[in-house]
């Protein structure tokens, strides 16, 4: 891969990876906030300024090592998680679970929205790359992360949506992997578990529905 299509390709992506950082861990805050946490909001984590939600290790660092280092076969990353004390909830284990949701509903939502742009785009006839990759790579981005961060392991969202959905006593269990959970994360998907197993056949069931819920926008538009 030559420079200028590395650069290219960078360009393209980094509004859309942007949007889903920012979005989805601003989500978290809100949804916190609402059941009665204010300790996002408080350290002023609930803003659309990527700033606040960017990790310069795990945003910019890892990412552009890994897709140097790799060819753009093999990313990884991560943003400043949005602190929540879930002791504040005004429910805590019921609340948890949509304080968790927020960010990947939030993924989904974007992924229908540059889904409906590309759609848009079509219909008016824009044929730029540069837009109509950009409303591709708008799509990608957020189905990773709406499938990604739905693995059920602590600390990832789902995690943490299973420990409140759970009993009380196996999700004291499950609890307790969390301070191992991110370690345990990155091998599965070095090894190309996580990628196999959970993260392509969740996209492309997520990517099917996206389809059919923006049916009636295609009927309207074409």
């Given at each position: 891969?030559?420079?200028?299509?590395i650069?290219?390709?960078?360009?393209?992506?980094?509004l859309p990876?942007?949007?889903?950082?920012t979005?989805?861990?601003?989500a978290?805050?809100y949804?916190?906030r609402?059941?009665?946490?204010?300790?996002?909001?408080?350290?002023?984590?609930?803003?659309l300024?990527?700033m606040?939600?960017?990790?310069?290790?795990?945003t910019i660092a890892?990412?552009?090592l890994?897709?140097?280092?790799t060819?753009?076969?093999?990313?990884?990353?991560?943003a400043?998680?949005v602190?929540v004390?879930?002791?504040r909830?005004?429910?805590?284990?019921r609340?948890?679970?949509?304080?968790?949701?927020a960010?990947?509903?939030?993924?989904?939502?974007?992924?229908m929205?540059?889904?409906?742009a590309?759609?848009l785009l079509?219909?008016l006839?824009?044929?730029e790359?540069?837009?109509?990759?950009?409303?591709r790579?708008?799509?990608?981005?957020n189905?990773?992360?709406?499938?990604?961060n739905?693995?059920?392991?602590?600390?990832?969202?789902?995690?943490?949506i299973?420990?409140g959905?759970l009993?009380?006593?196996?999700a004291?269990t499950?609890s307790r992997?969390?301070?191992?959970g991110?370690?345990?994360?990155?091998a599965?998907v070095?090894?190309?578990v996580?990628s196999?197993l959970w993260?392509r056949?969740?996209?492309?069931i997520t990517?099917?529905a996206?389809e059919?819920?923006?049916?009636p926008?295609?009927w309207l538009?074409?």
């Amino acid at each position: 891969m030559d420079l200028a299509q590395i650069i290219q390709t960078v360009a393209i992506y980094a509004l859309p990876v942007l949007f889903a950082i920012t979005v989805h861990e601003a989500a978290h805050g809100y949804a916190a906030r609402h059941f009665g946490d204010p300790t996002a909001e408080r350290l002023g984590r609930i803003t659309l300024n990527p700033m606040r939600h960017i990790d310069p290790i795990g945003t910019i660092a890892m990412p552009l090592l890994l897709y140097f280092a790799t060819a753009g076969a093999f990313l990884f990353g991560y943003a400043k998680p949005v602190p929540v004390n879930f002791g504040r909830l005004r429910h805590p284990k019921r609340d948890m679970v949509w304080v968790a949701l927020a960010g990947p509903a939030a993924n989904l939502a974007q992924a229908m929205a540059w889904a409906a742009a590309g759609y848009l785009l079509v219909a008016l006839g824009v044929q730029e790359p540069f837009f109509n990759g950009m409303a591709r790579a708008g799509i990608l981005v957020n189905l990773v992360m709406f499938a990604f961060n739905l693995f059920p392991l602590p600390p990832l969202d789902g995690g943490r949506i299973l420990v409140g959905l759970l009993p009380m006593r196996p999700a004291m269990t499950l609890s307790r992997v969390e301070p191992y959970g991110f370690f345990i994360v990155l091998a599965l998907v070095v090894t190309g578990v996580v990628s196999t197993l959970w993260l392509r056949p969740l996209m492309r069931i997520t990517a099917q529905a996206i389809e059919w819920l923006l049916t009636p926008l295609r009927w309207l538009l074409f």
